[in-house]
């Protein structure tokens, strides 16, 4: 076999780089081979030197089955920051992982954050993707970028309605010429659905069940509203009576059960939103409907519930864990045309 010369570490494109910091998931785009990362929010580092163990999807295995010396870090909380150092630490990893070279030339990168962000976040959130090697930061609105990921005009006057569940945070928003005009966020969204999971198994069966567990069920069995076929699943996790370890079979009508308060919530804040949006983009709505997007929007019947809600036709988006990273490689592939979308720095 020949000698053949590579002469791809002469090309600088490709090294600007998109991310979704979501509060479960970190995707990362780049605009040369697009969607290139996708982890969980997590990072495991040492208790006592505070060393790196696992990041990711690794740490992900671990759960709930790490050893006392090592400490599993979220970094993210309801969208936001909330261990800066372990955040550092986990983009660097991620972002090395993206960019296998070292390169001369340090990327240009974008960050989705959530629309309700503090001017505190945002320091936070820059100067921890500045201290992970990027060259210049922007950043973009949740809500617009999905929109722009979804492929919505997102500059026309007429309004469109975004709803972005996701693992923190539940953010409603109603986008007309290239700015938020109304919004609600909610810190209610796919783990609290898990939480209420896990709280209705421990009074219901005496079972204790962890947070992987209690996601699996409602990504299998859950469900947001009736539906026709009644399904089963055997859940193993321990009796707190007895201190065993048992399975116990639940079906999906329990599970909707249990998770019809925080459902309740998501639906009180999209009719808060609607109730407090300008007549002509209600009327504009009307026509077309809400648009679901974010992981949440993946469990079954939640766009049925919605719709029964509000009276309103409901879309889910296609690909709804992707839409928010994919928008804001777009706008950072454009960034001078999509400048008025950006959000000001200070
Ligand atoms: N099939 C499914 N059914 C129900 N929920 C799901 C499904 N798939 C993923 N989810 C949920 O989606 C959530 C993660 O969604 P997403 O990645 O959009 O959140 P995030 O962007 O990390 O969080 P946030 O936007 O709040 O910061 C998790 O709570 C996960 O359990
Ligand atoms: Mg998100």
Known sequence: MGFRLNFKWLSFEGIDMAIDLGTT????YTLKDGIVLDEDSMIALREDTGDFVAVGKDVKKMLGRTPDNVRIVRPMEDGVIADFKAVEKMLRCFIQKVQKKKLFIKPRVIVAVPSGITPVEKRAIINSIEESGAREVYLIFEPIAAAVGIGLPVTDPSGNIIIDIGGGTTEIAVIAMSGIV????????GNELDDAIQIYLYDRYNLAVGQVTAENIKETIGSASLSDKIEEMEIRGRDMVTGLPTTVKVNSEEIREAMKEPLGLMNNAIKKTLSETPP?????IVDKGLILTGGG??????????????????????DPL???VKGAGIILGDIGGYRELLVNPD
């Open 182 to 189: 109304n919004k609600v966020s909610i810190k209610i969204a």
């Open 280 to 284: 002509e983009l209600a009327s504009d």
């Open 322 to 324: 992707e839409n928010v």
């Open 25 to 28: 998931n970190t995707l990362i």
């Open 297 to 318: 929007s993946l469990l079954s019947g939640i766009d049925k519930m919605i719709s029964e809600s509000t009276n309103l036709y409901v879309k889910i988006s296609d």
